[in-house]
């Protein structure tokens, strides 16, 4: 017999309230001496007397006194010290009698302080309070109040204390208020406690079952010791796709394969509280099931507009929503994680405050079920949208389509609780939690969960450790899901919350979804850096949601992070909201293994899989930001997904020469040449040589409109609204489609095509429009940018367009830098055919965009290095001067990953000295080598070669004294010349004898 015991006190040191009965609370304060001595709280206490010891108004019968706040005052009592342990939780009771600025109370030792705030109308400052509970109970009514004091002390101060004060707040600077305190108690003692599991089993002797498949029965044996109760539900993840709900199950495993596979019990008591325990069996040797395959995407609202009359829903069903992407999503992988953000439920009582506020049908989560979602995160936002009803409401219609969920509860504790799924022998626990509380919007109760109350799991560094910590030894992957960061941001940032707008604010952008830009809120962390918290702390695996649009993913200590999602199912009608994507993740015997991306458009509000150019933009535009978050990423344009390099010191680096012949038109006081069409293999790395005398300048751009070539490949959004307007499938510049513009003589007015949403501006110089044309006896056919200020309606103010075609002409490039209005936050892109002069006339746009342009930059002697990987497409050039014969030379580069494993194999022969790791690595400019000298005799070398073993440059050639030393590189040669994007090797020599060679990785 094989014996396992792993014992689980409680999760995170949270536990479930209960209506406590028994007497082993110990009096903090209850005020029943009748006497108090209270002292002013230092440049608070404006009106010291306004307090008594009220007889009139007490916690209930067995209470003479309480303590009854009534003015601006802030008053301390010292009390005899109180050691605060491990797990600690108090309780006050509390009476709002006239809700005030700040009700609160506090805790001190002398030199720190805790305060809670409790009600009041003042928004504060999240590094000075603890405001879970401010405005979450009932007026003119005692409530109880639970705070673990012991948690929370320790996250902020990291000791745990002699509490020597108590401190009770009512700050009305600007009016009236009254509070009412009594029975302040630690509660510790009576609390219930979570059971503690353990595993045993027998595994008995393989044989062939009725089905004549070769079995084996395990006889499982769960240990429980729980001191307050004696019931207890189980559940049994055996890993193979059952379960069981027995103490003490037999398991017949028909499964062959090549891995181990993790059992994982949990006993839940009569309550609430939970133990679980994992421990390992070996199936019948056969072929490995091996890759477990999961799919996550972003924020799924089925509520507003897919309800509404006319509605997705009530017109084709829910159904009709997943149903272009299911081959992709759920039919794509083993499990299916999804983040729901928003009620199903028919309760009508929306949350008090909230100015943004949404629910769908329950029978919505059919559609869930329908996609193959088999997870869903429930910590965020818009969770108690519906207040306490309309959670539990959720979780109970989830729980009925078999669709799992954590992440919000009734309290903390169930808030915080791990999900463990199990599949192929694989246990995984997923951990989510939200920094979005609507506590710097005021929006009162606030949405995170408290001791005794309801709401999301509030994602804190101290609380993420925890969460991490509980569950590291009982499950084989940690998958941590956050719903964080700032709404509509394309990277990940920091400050979004303490500042009052950001550039090109509009009133718009927050009407669909709530304002999460202004106003205060301070977290310990901001977002890269409490993400790479989480994988410190041990997630291996780190997934994000809540901006709305996409962002890049991050390769952190050999982990992934995805920083955002976007949005998957969503009616938001912002068009950058509209792109999206699928993560999807193999798991093997060595846990995560690789990562791809599938892009998904939302197109009039349903996922569609983005093929083709459209594919390839969005998946480029993530490559990029992935860049700009030292990650790379390999676009596969023929399948149309992206793959995540997770081992950038191995991966391959392929780099192709290209040139092209330059024709230059005087533009202004400068020739500027065509606008270069840049390959679609790899990304733009150096602009090389421009073979002529003048001096020249070089720009590159990204293309903006990703479905200007008006193909059928996952986007309907232009505006094609009447019968002179079509999308032909006879007339082409390339592809299957154009669109054709017709037009009458006798019109008087021109016919449009435009965007049927604005796209917002965002960081670009400079601006070009451009497309192909083919015109018959039109009059005047062009592209256009039209900018505004807001998303819709608004004035014009300014537009910019190439000119207009005439008469007959054969499909032909044309484009055009435009001026862009200072004020311009939003442009529109349209094509657009003026009447003719007589008779019909019919304009094809095919291929139409607008480029958004990097700097002018000067062209050097040198190659000029771009940062690669990128989203450039297009490079122009110019000079002052008329240049003749000029042509421009430069190089595309292209990652992929190493199919090879790599193994360094390094096993120094002398330790009279010691090569260590450059850092950091990949690097640009600089790295900085370590190494250590133990014997002074000899010289020392290092140098560093090229891929092909050639000698680039010498760093150290000389004696030098035992000790650590260091050593730069510059990324130049032996001429000081920069040298190219690659791999580099840095060889040490020591007293003529070979110490170490190491790779390095140079990238810019």
């Not at 950058?576 to 995560?592: A, H, Q, R, Y």
């Not at 002018?856 to 014969?885: C, G, H, I, M």
């Not at 690097?923 to 680039?952: D, H, W």
């Amino acid at each position: 017999m094989k014996i396992k015991y792993l014992f689980v006190i409680v999760l995170f040191l949270l536990i479930n309230s209960l209506c406590l009965a028994s007497n082993r609370e110990v009096p903090i304060e209850d005020f029943e001496s009748g006497t108090i001595n209270l002292t002013s709280y230092p440049d608070q206490d404006m009106q010291p007397d306004a307090w008594t010891l009220s007889t009139t108004n007490t916690y209930n019968t067995q209470s003479q006194y309480s303590l009854k706040l009534f003015g601006n005052t802030w008053k301390v009592e010292a009390i005899e010290a109180v050691t605060i342990d491990t797990n600690d939780v108090w309780q006050i009771a509390c009476f709002i009698e006239d809700k005030g600025e700040i009700q609160a109370f506090g805790i001190g030792d002398g030199t720190n302080e805790l305060f809670y705030s409790i009600d009041g109308h003042e928004t504060l400052n999240i590094e000075e309070w603890i405001p879970v509970y401010q405005g979450a109970f009932g007026e003119n009514v005692w409530n109880i109040i639970q705070l673990p004091v012991a948690n929370d002390w320790f996250s902020w101060f990291e000791y745990y204390p002699e509490i020597t004060e108590l401190i009770f707040v009512n700050d009305n600077d600007g009016g009236s208020g009254a509070v009412y305190f009594d029975n302040i108690y630690n509660i510790t003692d009576d609390l219930p406690i979570a059971p503690q599991v353990g595993i045993t089993y027998d595994i008995g002797t393989l044989y062939r079952n009725s089905d004549n498949l070769r079995s084996v029965d395990v006889q499982f044996f769960c240990e429980v010791t729980d001191p307050d109760s004696d019931v207890h539900d189980f559940l049994w993840l055996f890993g193979d796709d059952s379960t069981s709900t027995q103490q003490h199950p037999t398991h017949q495993f028909i499964v062959e394969d090549d891995h181990p596979y993790t059992i994982h019990v949990q006993a839940t008591d009569d309550t609430n509280q939970i133990g679980f325990s994992t421990c390992s069996i070996s199936v019948d040797t056969g072929p490995s099931t091996f890759p477990l395959t999961l799919n996550f995407v972003g924020d799924i609202m089925l509520a507003r507009a897919y309800e509404n009359t006319g509605g997705i829903i009530p017109t084709q069903g829910v159904e009709a929503i997943f149903e272009p992407t299911l081959s992709i999503l759920g039919e794509n992988a083993d499990i299916t994680v999804a983040n729901l953000e928003c009620p199903l439920t028919n309760y009508n009582v929306p949350h008090p405050t909230k100015t943004i506020y949404f629910k769908g049908s329950p029978e919505n989560a059919a559609g869930l079920a329908y996609a193959g979602i088999d997870l869903v995160c429930l910590a965020n936002n818009h969770v108690i949208d519906y207040m306490l009803e309309g959670m539990v409401e959720t979780q109970t219609v989830l729980e009925q389509y078999g669709i799992l969920h954590s992440g919000a509860g009734v309290n903390s504790y169930e808030a915080y609780k791990p999900l463990f799924y199990s599949k192929k022998g694989v246990n995984l626990a997923f951990l989510r939690s939200s920094d979005r509380t609507g506590q710097y919007n005021n929006y009162q109760p606030y949405l995170q969960a408290g001791f005794n109350k309801f709401g999301f799991a509030y994602m804190t560094p101290y609380y993420i450790a925890e969460q991490i910590a509980a569950v590291q030894e009982d499950t084989d992957l940690v998958i941590v899901e956050t719903h964080s960061g700032s709404e509509y941001s394309t990277d990940p940032g920091a400050n979004y919350d303490s500042v009052d707008i950001f550039a090109g604010w509009d009133k718009k952008d927050f009407e669909e979804d709530e304002d999460y830009t202004p106003r205060i809120d301070i977290p310990h962390m901001w977002d890269i850096e409490i993400r790479h918290h989480m994988i410190d702390s041990g997630a291996d695996l780190v997934v994000c949601h809540h901006p709305h649009i996409i962002q890049g993913i991050e390769v952190y200590n050999g982990k992934v992070i995805a920083h955002s999602l976007g949005n998957f199912v969503f009616d938001l009608n912002y068009l950058e909201t509209f792109p999206s994507m699928i993560l999807n993740t193999c798991i093997d015997e060595d846990g995560f293994d690789s990562f791809s991306i599938k892009p998904v458009f939302i197109d009039d509000y349903i996922p569609l899989e983005a093929k083709g150019e459209l594919g390839k933009y969005i998946l480029n535009y993530i490559k990029m930001k992935s860049k700009d978050l030292n990650t790379y990423l390999t676009v596969d344009n023929t399948s149309i997904e992206a793959h995540v390099i997770l081992d950038t010191l191995t991966m391959l680096i392929e780099n192709q020469q290209y040139s092209e012949d330059l024709t230059f038109t005087l533009v202004g006081n400068e020739y500027v040449s065509q606008i270069i069409h840049l390959p679609e293999w790899g990304d733009i790395s150096s602009v090389d040589v421009i073979t002529s005398e003048e001096n020249f300048e070089f720009r590159v751009g990204r293309e903006l409109i990703w479905f200007g070539n008006y193909e059928d490949e996952g986007a309907s959004i232009w505006n094609v609204n009447s019968d002179n307007e079509w999308l032909d499938d006879s007339e082409f510049y390339e592809g299957e489609l154009s669109l054709c513009i017709q037009q009458n003589s006798s019109n008087g007015y021109n016919i449009i095509t435009n965007l049927e949403n604005r796209l917002k501006r965002r960081y670009e110089v400079a601006y070009s429009v451009h497309g192909f044309v083919k015109t018959e006896n039109c009059e005047g056919a062009m592209v256009q940018a039209r900018f505004y200020n807001s998303r819709t309606g608004g004035a014009l103010l300014g537009a910019g367009n190439f000119a207009g075609v005439s008469g007959d002409s054969d499909w032909a490039y044309y484009s055009s830098e435009v001026d862009v209005p200072d004020n311009a936050t939003y442009f529109d892109v349209v094509a657009n055919n003026d009447p003719p002069n007589t008779g019909e006339s019919f304009a094809w746009f095919d291929n139409i965009g607008l480029i958004g342009w990097e700097e002018w930059q000067a062209k050097t002697a040198t190659p000029d290095f771009v940062t690669n990987p990128n989203d450039y497409y297009y490079l122009q050039v110019r000079s002052t001067e008329q240049p003749f014969n000029a042509s421009v030379q430069f190089t595309h580069t292209a990652f992929e990953e190493n199919p090879v494993p790599h193994s360094e194999n390094e096993v120094p022969t002398y330790k009279n000295a010691i090569l260590n790791n450059n850092y950091p690595n990949p690097f640009n400019p600089l790295t900085t080598i370590n190494f250590t000298i133990n014997s002074a005799e000899g010289k020392t070398n290092i140098a560093v070669y090229n891929i092909k073993g050639q000698k680039v440059k010498t760093l150290v050639n000389d004696v030098l004294p035992t000790g650590g030393h260091t050593a730069i590189w510059n990324g130049t040669n032996s001429n000081g010349k920069q040298v190219s994007t690659g791999i580099y090797f840095y060889k040490m020599e020591h007293d003529g004898k070979h110490i170490n060679t190491k790779k390095c990785l140079l990238l810019k």
